[in-house]
């Protein structure tokens, strides 16, 4: 199936989305952390990354930019932002994903959304930040 890198600070919530993803059959790699993540790129780019929002060292929309700053975009990489922020759809429009859930949500929104991802896969287009 797909090649995909998880990105999400807490191991329980972590292991249990790999766990689901694995029977899915797909490749999980993972990461604590948007710095960890962005270095996990050096070995292998995945077909698409699940990333948490808020996330200690560098967040899921920092890493989003930091991928789009570093290769100008090239890598093409969808990502799918999960959060229990309330204004979730802001930060995804931020990020220039139409990929999101909501935490919680169910296994068949995971995998739902991942599908839909991986069909489309339509890369972030991040907006730049308009904070002062």
């Keep these: 199936m797909a090649n995909l890198l998880l990105v999400d600070d807490d191991p329980d919530m972590a292991d249990a989305f790999a766990e689901v993803l694995r029977a899915e059959g797909h490749s999980v790699r993972m990461a604590r952390d948007g710095q960890e993540g962005l270095s996990c790129l050096a070995d292998g780019l ?12 560098v967040s899921g929309p920092d890493m989003a930019h930091q991928i789009l700053a570093r290769d100008l975009g090239q890598e093409l990489i969808p990502i799918l932002l999960t959060s229990g922020v309330a204004d979730l759809h802001r930060v995804a429009e931020k990020v220039g994903t139409p990929y999101f859930l909501g935490k919680p949500f ?4 995971l995998i739902d959304q991942l599908a839909r991802a991986l069909s489309e896969r339509r890369p972030p287009l991040p907006r730049p930040s308009t904070d002062p």
Excluded: K, R, S, Y
């Excluded at 995945?46 to 060292?57: A, Q, S």
């Excluded at 169910?106 to 929104?109: E, L, N, S, Y």
């Design 106 to 109: 169910t296994v068949a929104q």
């Design 46 to 57: 995945p077909d698409l990354i699940i990333c948490d929002v808020e996330m200690p060292l």
